[in-house]
């Protein structure tokens, strides 16, 4: 099935923008992650590598610290885009949801151990985004039924977590 361009584009624009992985962008575009990857490699075969203007997005912002500091606020962008996505869902279920808040509190983790030696402090926050995903999983496996008020209270919970750790 082809899709407009527009909708490329804006998984383009998820993926280098908002910083969402390649999968998360594509389920949010509702196109399959295979087309999603097909269009990221054939951009770059054009010239336009995805990779490199998502990274020169990040480094934008100057120095080491700010970049590090840039990319745990990519996180947060990319978290905040990713869960106003999942509230206007309505044809999403709610394992799909975990899933989706799985995968960004793998990406938030995976940020944080790049940072590590960058900026020493996000140590508190990746044992607090496990304590998270634990939580998430523990829901998940034992309250299925609860996972959309989880959802809700993560949302507002998130500037808590910005304000603590975020910078």
Same mark, same amino acid.
């Given at each position: 099935m082809a899709h407009p361009q527009e909708k490329r584009d804006l998984v383009r624009r998820k993926y280098i923008f908002e910083n969402q992985s390649l999968e998360v962008a594509a389920m %949010?575009?509702?196109?399959?992650? @295979?087309?999603a990857r097909s269009w990221k490699y054939? #951009? &770059?075969?054009? /010239?336009?590598d995805w990779?490199?203007? &998502?990274? @020169? =997005?990040? %480094?934008?912002? /100057? /120095?080491i610290e700010t970049m590090g500091q840039t990319l745990l606020a990519g996180f947060l962008v990319q978290y905040?885009?990713? %869960?106003?996505?999942? $509230?206007?869902a309505e044809d999403v279920n709610p394992l799909e949801k975990a899933k989706v808040l799985a995968s960004l509190?793998?990406?938030? *983790?995976? +940020?944080? =151990?790049? =940072?590590?030696?960058?900026?020493? $402090?996000?140590? #508190?926050? #990746? +044992? @607090? *985004?496990q304590v998270v995903e634990e939580l998430l999983n523990h829901i998940s496996e034992n309250y299925p039924n609860q996972l959309q008020d989880f959802a809700l209270i993560l949302q507002t919970f998130e500037t808590v977590i910005e304000r603590k750790f975020g910078g």
């Open positions: %949010f575009c509702q196109v399959p992650f @295979a087309t054939q #951009a &770059r075969e054009q /010239g336009d990779d490199k203007a &998502r990274s @020169a =997005n990040l %480094f934008a912002s /100057g /120095g905040q885009s990713a %869960f106003d996505d999942l $509230e206007k509190t793998d990406s938030y *983790l995976k +940020v944080v =151990n790049a =940072n590590k030696k960058l900026l020493p $402090e996000t140590q #508190a926050a #990746a +044992v @607090a *985004l």
